[in-house]
């Protein structure tokens, strides 16, 4: 990938390809005006950014460093920069609202130019936003602005690299602006993989994988984006960070995990070295039918714990399964569609025809019922596509939001029961609820919620009613804040009781020393004193 490659940008009020824009057929328009009646909201197609708050002589600074044609203060380019893809930042900026715009955008090429960047940036308190694909659900790209003389935001678009790749190995070493198709494209010429599939992926950066800790659909046969890195370079304020001299150590606590998941507020990671694989010969991609949600679950947990987890395995409960299917009579009958779990493998023709034999064996032995690969190909060929039906229904007053969580197995039932009750509470009784296991681990799993409600009056309020219950039903079944989402601002206000007192102060500590100008994403990840 040539540094400086044209990357398309998502629309500033939308998800996405602008040229992708998706539209309700007319039997799903009809579903939801009898669900929740159609509106319009008003779209501000006008609005532009304040003016710059960096005068010429700040600007003048960044140009000598990285070249008067990377930095960038025009209305289009800052608008692009401003904030994520939340709903509630979607509807921050239909409503016009550009108050989190930087007041520059920055493109260093480089980890020497991002270490200048930041020392420029200390010097004269100016907050800086690493960015690199602006797919961010939790409020991690909106800086506090109090007290600095204005944000940058640090555009990574100019770092597309592959550095390095070692096939002895099997490891490669990629620089943070490279988007998820882009390092497969580039992996894919020697014939190997990565095999982190995020819904985000189209538009989500390998920088943002590790700074956010993602989880991507294949995490059951590749792992967590974390568990796959076994290196990182990282920008800070006052020096480098150059962390992972081998696969693993006994050499203190492991360094790298104090940055992955760091979200930009301890150092800007410059290049992730990654455990890679080779790409698949096969894939093959089913679908299951179980009778309830505790019994599918049940069923996931059997092969994680018998290690038995294909690639890819995901479980729909009864109401995302009922709404999702075109056909609900195809696993059931329609008055009992049951729950929908979809299996996934890939590899060599051998490896494949092993797991999956194993695995069916397994499932057709406490219940499941096998559906054919239909719904399996059905699902991978729509796997990034509801951010944009976020968008239809959003365009129809309709509210639509994602969260996750994640618990023990012996805490799963509470936690759905709680989380679904306290969002069914919070968002009236028209409003649906829907949830799947997204990701499964031999002691636990993760569960991804989905809401849908008729827009109130103030739907920016209305939704922050429905997080905090939600959160505050998480924490009080002892489950974890976010499994894949990171904190950001969203999520900050609940990260004491996950991490305590103690945490929360050795997390300030850190930042302190390696930001102490406290210049980095401020407002993002750390809780404040």
Request: proline share 6%; aromatic share 6%.
């Amino acid at each position: 990938m040539t540094p400086g490659t044209p990357t398309v940008e998502m629309h500033p009020q939308r998800w996405g390809d602008p040229a992708v824009r998706s539209e309700l057929p007319p039997s799903a328009l009809g579903l939801v005006e009898l669900a929740f009646g159609l509106q319009q909201p008003a779209v501000a197609a006008d609005a532009r950014p304040a003016p710059t708050a960096l005068d010429d002589e700040l600007l003048e600074g960044l140009r000598a460093l990285v070249g008067t044609e990377h930095v960038l203060v025009d209305d289009a380019t800052r608008t692009l920069r401003t904030r994520g893809k939340s709903t509630s930042d979607l509807l921050r900026a239909r409503a016009g609202d550009l108050a989190d715009a930087p007041d520059a955008v920055v493109r260093p090429d480089g980890h020497g130019e991002v270490l200048a960047v930041l020392a420029w940036a200390s010097e004269h308190r100016v907050a800086v936003v690493p960015f690199g694909g602006g797919t961010c659900v939790t409020g991690g790209l909106a800086a506090r602005r109090d007290g600095f003389a204005g944000v940058v935001s640090l555009d990574l678009v100019r770092m597309k690299r592959l550095l390095t790749v070692d096939e002895e190995s099997m490891t490669a070493t990629l620089q943070p602006g490279l988007r998820g198709p882009e390092a497969e494209a580039l992996l894919a010429e020697r014939g190997l993989t990565l095999g982190h599939y995020p819904q985000s992926f189209e538009h989500a950066s390998i920088g943002g994988f590790a700074a956010t800790r993602s989880s991507g659909q294949s995490s059951a046969g590749y792992g967590r984006f974390d568990a796959m890195v076994v290196g990182v370079t990282v920008a800070t304020p006052t020096g480098s960070l150059d962390l992972g001299s081998s696969p693993a150590n006994a050499a203190g606590p492991d360094l790298r995990q104090l940055v992955l998941g760091s979200e930009g507020a301890f150092g800007v990671i410059t290049a992730v070295t990654v455990r890679v694989r080779r790409a698949p010969d096969v894939t093959a991609y089913e679908g299951w039918r179980w009778p309830s949600f505790d019994a599918g679950a049940d069923a996931m947990r059997t092969l994680a714990q018998a290690g038995l987890l294909p690639t890819v395995i995901r479980l729909s409960d009864e109401s995302e399964t009922a709404l999702n299917l075109a056909d609900p009579t195809s696993i059931g009958g329609a008055e009992d569609p049951g729950c929908l779990m979809i299996t996934g493998y890939e590899g060599t023709p051998d490896q494949v025809e092993a797991r999956r034999a194993s695995v069916t064996a397994v499932l057709a032995g406490l219940g499941g019922t096998a559906l054919g690969e239909e719904p399996g190909q059905k699902w991978v060929h729509g796997r990034f596509a509801a951010p944009y039906l976020r968008d239809a229904l959003l365009d129809h007053g309709v509210l639509v939001e994602t969260l996750e969580t994640a618990t023990f197995w012996s805490h799963r039932a509470r936690l759905y029961a709680d989380v679904r009750a306290a969002l069914q509470s919070a968002l009236g009784d028209g409003a649906l609820v829907l949830c799947h296991v997204s990701h499964v681990y031999e002691t636990g799993c993760s569960l991804y919620f989905t809401v849908a409600a008729r827009q109130g009056d103030d739907p920016l309020a209305q939704w922050a009613e429905a997080k905090r219950a939600a959160s505050e039903a998480m924490v009080e079944a002892g489950a974890t804040i976010t499994h894949h989402h990171a904190v950001g601002t969203d999520h900050r206000p609940w990260l004491v009781h996950e991490i305590g007192e103690v945490g929360v102060r050795v997390l300030r500590a850190v930042k302190a020393e390696l930001d102490p100008a406290g210049v980095l994403n401020p407002g993002v990840l750390v809780p404040q004193g």
